[in-house]
C-alpha cells in the first residue's frame, strides 16, 4: 500500500492546495472527464477544499453513464433470447433499460452473467459450441484493446458463436462537443489518465488551440487532482491553453502501440448517440467490415429498436456540466441507487451515485466564470 499511501499524502496535499489559492485571482471552471476522477474529488472532499472562485465541473467520462438506453433495450432483447449466454462487466446489469434490465432478464430465466474480461466470455464461447455467447462491449478508449483482442482471437479460432453488441466512445469528440454547446462554461480540462495510458496525448493539442483552453492529463489518487488543479490553473492565469502530462509515470505522448495498433485491427470511427446528450460525431467505434460477423446487433437483427429517453432524468444536463446532481427534483427522492432513474445513479462512476454516496444532498455554489483569454 506504500505506493498509494504517497499520493494521498496530507502534508503534501496541503502544500499544492496552498499553491492553488495563491495562484487563483479570478474565477474558472475546470471539467475533470473521467467519473474516476469525479468519484475521487467528491470522495476526499478535494472540490470543498478549492478556493471559492474556482469550480469543477463533472464530465461525461462515465462508460456506463453515456451508454445509450436505446443500446441497453438491445442488450436486454438479446438476453432475453434462448440459447444466448449474456455476458457483461457487472454494473451494466442494474443499468434500468425502458421497464427492466438485465438483472431482471436473469430473474425471468435469461443466462446472464458477469465476466472480468472479455476473454471470459471468449473461453465460454470455446467451451459451450451449442450456445451463442454475446459480450457487452462498453467503455472508453481503456477498455476497447481488450475488446478487439478477443474479437481478433475470435476470428483466428474460427468461433463462429462469439459475437459482441459494441458501444464504445471515445473522449475527443465528447470534449469538442461540450466546448461546442452554446452553454459551456468549461475553461479547461483534467484529461483522463488511464485514457492516455492508450491513446497517448496526440489528439489534444489541436482541441486546445481551437478552443483556447489548457488540457492537463490528470490521474485517479487525490494528489494527481490536485496537481492536475494546480497545473490547469496556472495556465488559466497565464492566458495559455498547452497540453500538460500530469500522469507521467503512466502516459507517454506516443501512448501504447501494441493497444494501438489492436484497435486499428478491428474498429472504425462512427458516429455514437450519448445516453442523455445526443449524438457526438465521430465520437465511438464500431467492428470493421472483416470483423461485422462478430457484431450482435446483426448476428441478433435488433437494429430496428429505437427508444426516446425519459424527460424525468436530468442526467444528460449532469453529464454535460450544466447542473449538480442534487439539482435534479429526483435526486433522493425518487431516485437512488436501490431505485435508479438513471445510469448516472446506478454506475459506480456516476456523478449522481458519488453525490448520493458520499452524503452531498446541497449543490455547491455556482460561480460566475472569466472568459478564457
Ligand atoms: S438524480 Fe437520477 S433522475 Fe436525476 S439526473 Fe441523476 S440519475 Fe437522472
Known amino acids: 500500500m506504500k505506493y498509494v499511501d504517497e499520493f494521498n499524502d496530507p502534508g503534501l496535499a496541503r502544500t499544492l492546495l496552498d499553491e492553488i489559492r495563491a495562484t487563483v485571482t479570478r474565477p474558472w471552471a475546470l471539467m475533470e472527464v473521467c467519473g474516476g476522477q469525479t468519484h475521487s474529488i467528491i470522495r476526499h472532499g478535494i472540490d470543498q477544499l478549492l478556493p471559492d472562485r474556482l469550480e469543477l465541473i463533472h464530465g461525461p467520462g462515465c462508460p456506463v453513464c453515456v451508454t445509450p438506453l436505446e443500446t441497453i433495450d438491445k442488450a436486454l432483447a438479446i438476453a432475453s433470447r434462448p440459447g444466448v449466454v449474456f455476458c457483461s462487466f457487472g454494473d451494466m446489469l442494474r ?3 425502458t421497464g427492466r434490465d438485465l438483472f431482471r432478464v436473469k430473474g425471468e430465466g435469461g443466462d446472464v452473467r458477469v465476466v472480468y474480461s472479455p476473454l471470459d466470455a471468449l473461453e465460454l464461447a470455446r467451451r459451450h459450441p451449442e450456445r451463442q455467447v454475446v459480450f457487452f462491449a462498453i467503455g472508453f ?14 476470428r483466428r479460432l474460427g468461433l463462429r458463436n462469439f459475437s459482441m ?10 470534449i469538442e462537443a461540450v466546448m461546442s454547446a452554446p452553454s459551456c462554461r468549461v ?9 492516455c ?9 489541436a482541441l486546445a488551440a481551437r478552443h483556447r483552453v489548457p488540457v492537463v492529463v ?4 487525490p494528489l494527481d487532482i490536485l496537481e492536475g488543479i494546480r497545473r490547469a490553473v496556472h495556465q488559466l492565469e497565464r492566458g495559455e491553453h498547452r497540453v500538460e502530462n500530469a500522469y507521467g509515470r503512466a502516459v507517454r505522448d506516443e501512448g501504447n502501440p501494441t493497444a494501438l495498433r489492436m484497435i486499428e485491427e478491428v474498429f472504425e470511427v462512427t458516429d455514437r448517440a450519448w445516453r442523455g446528450i445526443g449524438p457526438i460525431p465521430g465520437s465511438g467505434w464500431r467492428l470493421r467490415e472483416e470483423y461485422r460477423a462478430y457484431d450482435a446487433e446483426h448476428r441478433f437483427d435488433v437494429t430496428g429498436i429505437r427508444t426516446e429517453e425519459p424527460a424525468v432524468c436530468r ?10 446532481p442534487p439539482e435534479c427534483p429526483a435526486f433522493g427522492t425518487a431516485c437512488t441507487p436501490r431505485t435508479p432513474l438513471g445510469a448516472t445513479m446506478v454506475s459506480n462512476e456516476g456523478a449522481c451515485a458519488a453525490y448520493h454516496l458520499y452524503r452531498r444532498t446541497t449543490a455547491p455554489h455556482q460561480k460566475e466564470a472569466n472568459p478564457v483569454g
Open 95 to 97: 443499468v434500468p433499460g
Open 141 to 154: 478508449e481503456t477498455t476497447a484493446p481488450a475488446n478487439a483482442m478477443a474479437v481478433h482471437r475470435a
Open 165 to 174: 453488441l459494441v458501444s464504445h466512445v471515445r473522449v475527443p469528440p465528447a
Open 187 to 195: 475553461q479547461g480540462f483534467l484529461a483522463a489518465g488511464h485514457v
Open 197 to 205: 495510458s492508450v491513446m497517448g496525448t496526440g489528439e489534444y493539442p
Open 218 to 221: 490528470t490521474g485517479f489518487e
Open 315 to 324: 442526467s444528460g444536463d449532469v453529464l454535460q456540466g450544466l447542473i449538480k
